[in-house]
């Protein structure tokens, strides 16, 4: 196993939100302190939201002054918090000087779930999403997709947060190793204790990287799948054309292994005119065959200049009878947060974009 260094803060301070249970016990075992210690810190830092060493009082006064003086534990910045009609709550976040990411939090039913980002912009450009024509800045650190969490947590309060989705602004499995550490503080009985059914990682389809994440983590799989074939799925979600559909279900079904009760979410965003024949239904029943698999159909929300509309409710409604006929089970995912910007698709933060994507973009844009 690699260990990578603690992050150092322009204070000169170790950083630690974003340590997951062993880098926390190394930091502690460096102080000289027992590895337990890290479960303490733990405690204070993610159940209790403290973010000054002097109120931990189970921890020696010696030991306070050192962390005092060789740590610090910052949560992000919120720049702006919104509250939706049907109770979804948007925050803004800003992340250094030129760069802000979305974290959105949807109240349903029986439990609550925080949609969190994993990069600042995407590198991937799917042409129905608007995060996309943000173009890419960088990866975010463990603490800043941890920070979303911890952030969440002491606003909404215990108890309101039952499930986590990397579903928000970036392709997770492009930003592997932060991604991990951060799961592995979600899962943490010291830290948030989610189980491992109730975090989703949700990605395009990097497939070297879902066979590594297979070995190190076994949380749900959501895969943006959008299209039955490859000639539609290389136009939507270009990085087909890399890792095709044929190995792109196969990661899955490896990823899944022989558990039998487990199931591939694949979400499909309908758009009209586009993916939403009854014959790609079909298509896509086939295609799912060899997968034990659920799937979420998502109607397309809208941002300025996209070159798409949604199917009509009758036509998602035909789509899904399909795939249900066929035994698949489907569900239609409801629009959330759409007067706040905080919907699918519609996360934009503010992106410095050092690949001068938005530039050809907005240039290609009709
Ligand atoms: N990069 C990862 C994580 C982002 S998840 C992934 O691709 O899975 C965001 C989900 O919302 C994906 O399923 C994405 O395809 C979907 N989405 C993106 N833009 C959308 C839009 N305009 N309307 C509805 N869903 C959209």
Same mark, same amino acid.
């Given at each position: 196993?690699? %260990?990578?260094?603690?992050?150092?803060?322009?204070?000169?301070?170790?950083?630690?939100?974003?340590?997951?249970?062993?880098?926390?016990?190394?930091?502690?075992?460096?102080?000289?302190?027992?590895? %337990?210690?890290?479960?303490?810190?733990?405690?204070?830092?993610?159940?209790?939201?403290?973010?000054?060493?002097?109120?931990?009082?189970?921890?020696?006064?010696?030991?306070?002054?050192?962390?005092?003086?060789?740590?610090?534990?910052?949560?992000?910045?919120?720049?702006?918090?919104?509250?939706?009609?049907?109770?979804?709550?948007?925050?803004?976040?800003?992340?250094?000087?030129?760069?802000?990411? &979305?974290?959105?939090?949807?109240? &349903?039913?029986?439990?609550?779930?925080?949609?969190?980002?994993?990069?600042?912009?995407?590198?991937?450009?799917?042409?129905?999403?608007?995060?996309?024509?943000?173009?890419?800045?960088?990866?975010?650190?463990?603490?800043?997709? !941890?920070?979303?969490?911890?952030?969440?947590?002491?606003?909404?309060?215990?108890?309101?947060?039952?499930?986590?989705?990397?579903?928000?602004?970036?392709?997770?499995?492009?930003?592997?190793?932060?991604?991990?550490?951060?799961?592995?503080?979600?899962?943490?009985?010291?830290?948030?204790?989610?189980?491992?059914?109730?975090?989703?990682?949700?990605?395009?389809?990097?497939?070297?990287?879902?066979?590594?994440?297979?070995?190190?983590?076994?949380?749900?799989?959501?895969?943006?799948?959008?299209?039955?074939?490859?000639?539609?799925?290389?136009?939507?979600?270009?990085?087909?054309?890399?890792?095709? !559909?044929?190995?792109?279900?196969?990661?899955?079904?490896?990823?899944?292994?022989?558990?039998?009760?487990?199931?591939?979410?694949?979400?499909?965003?309908?758009? &009209?005119?586009?993916?939403?024949?009854?014959?790609?239904?079909?298509?896509?029943?086939?295609?799912?065959?060899?997968?034990?698999?659920?799937?979420?159909?998502?109607?397309?929300?809208?941002?300025?200049?996209?070159?798409?509309?949604?199917?009509?409710?009758?036509? !998602?409604?035909?789509?899904?009878?399909?795939?249900?006929?066929?035994?698949? !089970?489907?569900?239609?995912?409801?629009?959330?947060?759409?007067?706040?910007?905080?919907?699918?698709?519609?996360?934009?933060?503010?992106?410095?974009?050092?690949?001068?994507?938005?530039?050809?973009?907005?240039?290609?844009?009709?």
């Amino acid at each position: 196993m690699k %260990f990578t260094p603690a992050p150092v803060e322009p204070s000169g301070k170790v950083s630690l939100l974003g340590l997951e249970r062993q880098a926390l016990a190394r930091f502690c075992a460096e102080l000289g302190e027992k590895p %337990f210690r890290a479960a303490q810190l733990l405690q204070w830092i993610h159940q209790r939201g403290v973010t000054e060493f002097a109120a931990m009082t189970d921890l020696s006064k010696a030991l306070r002054a050192r962390l005092e003086q060789t740590a610090e534990i910052r949560g992000p910045e919120a720049v702006l918090a919104q509250r939706s009609a049907d109770g979804t709550c948007k925050w803004v976040l800003q992340t250094d000087s030129h760069n802000r990411i &979305e974290t959105v939090f949807i109240p &349903e039913e029986g439990r609550g779930t925080l949609c969190l980002s994993t990069q600042v912009g995407c590198a991937l450009a799917c042409t129905f999403c608007s995060t996309a024509r943000q173009g890419f800045n960088r990866n975010l650190s463990s603490a800043e997709i !941890i920070g979303q969490l911890w952030l969440a947590r002491h606003q909404l309060g215990p108890g309101r947060i039952t499930n986590v989705v990397l579903m928000g602004m970036g392709e997770p499995l492009l930003n592997f190793d932060a991604v991990v550490d951060a799961v592995r503080l979600m899962l943490d009985d010291f830290a948030y204790g989610l189980s491992k059914r109730r975090i989703t990682l949700s990605t395009s389809g990097v497939v070297p990287a879902l066979d590594r994440l297979g070995e190190v983590l076994d949380i749900s799989l959501a895969v943006s799948l959008h299209a039955p074939d490859d000639a539609l799925r290389d136009q939507l979600v270009p990085i087909n054309r890399k890792y095709p !559909i044929g190995e792109l279900l196969a990661a899955c079904k490896r990823y899944v292994g022989r558990d039998r009760r487990r199931k591939v979410t694949f979400e499909y965003v309908m758009l &009209e005119g586009v993916n939403d024949s009854p014959a790609q239904a079909k298509a896509l029943v086939r295609l799912l065959s060899q997968v034990p698999s659920k799937v979420n159909l998502i109607p397309f929300n809208p941002f300025p200049g996209a070159p798409f509309r949604s199917s009509s409710p009758e036509a !998602i409604r035909r789509f899904g009878e399909i795939l249900q006929r066929a035994g698949l !089970i489907t569900t239609t995912r409801r629009t959330r947060g759409g007067d706040i910007d905080a919907a699918c698709g519609q996360l934009v933060g503010q992106v410095h974009d050092r690949t001068r994507r938005h530039l050809r973009l907005s240039v290609a844009a009709p």
